[in-house]
């Protein structure tokens, strides 16, 4: 059991030398867990296992949710929702000091509602609204900074394919996780918003207002806006309702953005197949990591390191919320080195046996028994943690991905400063955090409210 063990830790070192000489994190996963699974039992069980191990990784129904989002997702930015969600948000809020920012901070909101990914939605609000931010003269980290920090609410609020992803890792209700999403996804909008008031008010030089268009510009941004709200609302709302399942659903939402692409005379045969083509290698890309993530799964459990390190934690004397505290802040840690979702499907096999270990001294109840919570709804509490501090790490120093972005597009902002404007977006995500794990009624309120 002890050369096993090794073994597995062995792998563990080889995997981060892969990742850190730049090899796809999908291929380091099967090279690791295929090689090692053959040492600890041999080739004959290797080869048994790849007969049936893509199978029945891909064969899973909730998987095809995650084709259908990434191509409402790509529909959406070739069907410019969001220079209408900017631009809406920007007649809303951009006479207010520091409201064209704001306008940002809704419209990634919104556009990461419909996107699910942030890098996405980081990209393309930066095209949209970086130059209104520029023609109104606002400072540069303050510009960059928003969008951003903005970028990552794509990753949360539904519908999220790294959020599809983990409920298929922890088995949890896609739809229960959708629910629990949606408040805290708020928390974070109304956050960021109260970010950048403060932030204005002491350098009001930061954040200029606005101009005021007219009536007619208001109400023609307004009207421009509300078919992208109904699709969210068919799309998420009829999953809430128990209409449909996420999958029906996605299939829903990609309609309906086509038919309005289409009605406004946006998308084209050329767009249709990018947006096809984009799917195809995103989802690709996503299943591929699958297959990695459960070969290396199989090798780890083989090896026995999540149980070693579920019963280290056990018996290390910290408390249960030490160790939380711990594991977000290896998840923050984590989040800048590799994007989200490869994070997700490497450390959560790792995570996830621990807690369910210390589950009982988290939260004492009442009759003292000593569990918080029960086993489900400690999945979807930690879910929801994990991918706000994934969400941290895409804006953490030194190599936060979604400054990179940002960066990219502003080639005039040196990044120093966008990562010193991502900073008071960095404390308002310490506070969320701090505030859901304190409190983790808000983030169970609506799943337990709606039956979830």
């Given at each position: 059991?002890?050369d096993?063990l090794?073994?597995g830790?062995?792998?563990l070192i080889v995997?981060?030398?892969?990742?850190?000489i730049?090899?796809p994190?999908?291929?380091a996963?099967?090279l690791v867990?295929?090689v090692?699974v053959t040492?600890l039992?041999?080739?004959?069980?290797f080869?048994a296992q790849?007969?049936?191990l893509?199978?029945?990784q891909f064969?899973?129904f909730?998987?095809?949710?995650?084709p259908m989002?990434?191509?409402?997702?790509?529909?959406?930015?070739?069907a410019?929702?969001?220079?209408d969600?900017?631009?809406?948000?920007?007649?809303?809020?951009g006479?207010?000091?520091?409201g064209?920012a704001m306008?940002?901070?809704a419209?990634?909101a919104i556009?990461?509602a419909v996107?699910g990914?942030s890098?996405?939605?980081a990209s393309t609000m930066?095209?949209v609204?970086l130059?209104?931010?520029?023609?109104y003269?606002?400072?540069?980290?303050l510009?960059?900074?928003?969008?951003?920090?903005?970028?990552?609410?794509?990753?949360?609020i539904p519908?999220?394919?790294?959020?599809i992803?983990?409920?298929?890792i922890?088995?949890?209700?896609?739809?229960?996780m959708?629910?629990?999403?949606?408040?805290?996804g708020?928390?974070?909008v109304l956050l960021?918003?109260?970010?950048?008031?403060?932030?204005?008010?002491?350098?009001?030089e930061?954040?200029?207002?606005?101009?005021?268009?007219?009536?007619?510009?208001?109400?023609?941004?307004?009207?421009?806006?509300?078919?992208v709200?109904?699709?969210?609302l068919?799309?998420?709302?009829?999953?809430?309702?128990?209409?449909y399942n996420?999958?029906?659903?996605?299939a829903i939402?990609?309609?309906?953005?086509w038919?309005?692409a289409?009605?406004?005379g946006?998308?084209d045969?050329?767009g249709?197949?990018?947006a096809i083509?984009?799917?195809?290698?995103?989802?690709?890309m996503?299943?591929?990591?699958l297959?990695?993530?459960?070969m290396l799964?199989i090798?780890?459990s083989?090896?026995?390191v999540p149980q070693?390190?579920?019963?280290?934690?056990?018996?290390?004397?910290?408390?249960?919320?030490?160790?939380?505290?711990?594991?977000?802040l290896a998840l923050?840690?984590?989040?800048c080195?590799?994007?989200s979702?490869s994070?997700i499907l490497l450390?959560?096999?790792?995570?996830?046996?621990?807690l369910?270990?210390?589950?009982?001294?988290?939260?004492?109840?009442?009759d003292?028994a000593g569990f918080?919570?029960?086993?489900e709804?400690l999945k979807?509490w930690?879910?929801?943690?994990?991918?706000?501090?994934?969400?941290l790490g895409?804006?953490?120093?030194?190599v936060?991905m979604?400054v990179?972005?940002?960066?990219?597009?502003a080639?005039?902002?040196?990044m120093s400063e966008t990562?010193?404007?991502?900073?008071?977006?960095?404390?308002?995500?310490?506070?969320?955090v701090a505030v859901?794990?304190?409190f983790p009624?808000i983030?169970l309120?609506?799943?337990r409210l709606?039956g979830g």
């Amino acid at each position: 059991m002890a050369d096993a063990l090794l073994t597995g830790l062995a792998g563990l070192i080889v995997l981060v030398l892969l990742i850190a000489i730049r090899m796809p994190i999908a291929y380091a996963m099967i090279l690791v867990g295929g090689v090692g699974v053959t040492l600890l039992n041999g080739s004959a069980i290797f080869m048994a296992q790849l007969k049936t191990l893509a199978y029945g990784q891909f064969s899973i129904f909730d998987l095809s949710v995650v084709p259908m989002f990434v191509f409402m997702g790509a529909l959406a930015t070739r069907a410019g929702l969001s220079q209408d969600m900017f631009r809406a948000a920007n007649a809303w809020l951009g006479w207010l000091r520091g409201g064209t920012a704001m306008a940002a901070i809704a419209a990634c909101a919104i556009f990461g509602a419909v996107c699910g990914s942030s890098l996405a939605t980081a990209s393309t609000m930066g095209k949209v609204a970086l130059p209104e931010l520029k023609r109104y003269n606002y400072q540069g980290s303050l510009a960059t900074g928003t969008l951003a920090a903005g970028g990552v609410l794509g990753i949360l609020i539904p519908p999220s394919v790294v959020l599809i992803i983990y409920a298929i890792i922890v088995e949890a209700n896609i739809v229960t996780m959708f629910m629990a999403a949606l408040i805290p996804g708020i928390i974070a909008v109304l956050l960021f918003l109260l970010t950048i008031a403060i932030y204005v008010l002491v350098w009001p030089e930061a954040g200029p207002r606005g101009g005021s268009g007219s009536r007619e510009e208001f109400v023609a941004a307004t009207i421009g806006v509300i078919p992208v709200l109904l699709i969210f609302l068919l799309v998420i709302g009829g999953i809430y309702a128990g209409l449909y399942n996420p999958t029906p659903a996605a299939a829903i939402g990609v309609f309906l953005v086509w038919l309005y692409a289409t009605v406004r005379g946006r998308l084209d045969l050329r767009g249709m197949k990018d947006a096809i083509f984009e799917t195809a290698q995103t989802a690709g890309m996503i299943y591929l990591i699958l297959l990695g993530a459960e070969m290396l799964k199989i090798f780890m459990s083989r090896a026995g390191v999540p149980q070693a390190a579920a019963e280290w934690m056990v018996n290390s004397g910290f408390s249960p919320m030490a160790v939380l505290i711990m594991l977000l802040l290896a998840l923050i840690v984590l989040g800048c080195l590799m994007d989200s979702l490869s994070m997700i499907l490497l450390v959560i096999p790792f995570f996830w046996p621990v807690l369910v270990e210390l589950n009982g001294g988290l939260y004492q109840i009442a009759d003292g028994a000593g569990f918080g919570m029960s086993t489900e709804e400690l999945k979807v509490w930690f879910g929801i943690l994990a991918l706000i501090v994934v969400e941290l790490g895409l804006i953490t120093p030194p190599v936060g991905m979604n400054v990179f972005v940002i960066s990219a597009l502003a080639e005039d902002t040196p990044m120093s400063e966008t990562f010193k404007g991502v900073m008071p977006f960095f404390v308002a995500e310490i506070l969320r955090v701090a505030v859901l794990v304190a409190f983790p009624a808000i983030t169970l309120w609506l799943p337990r409210l709606l039956g979830g």
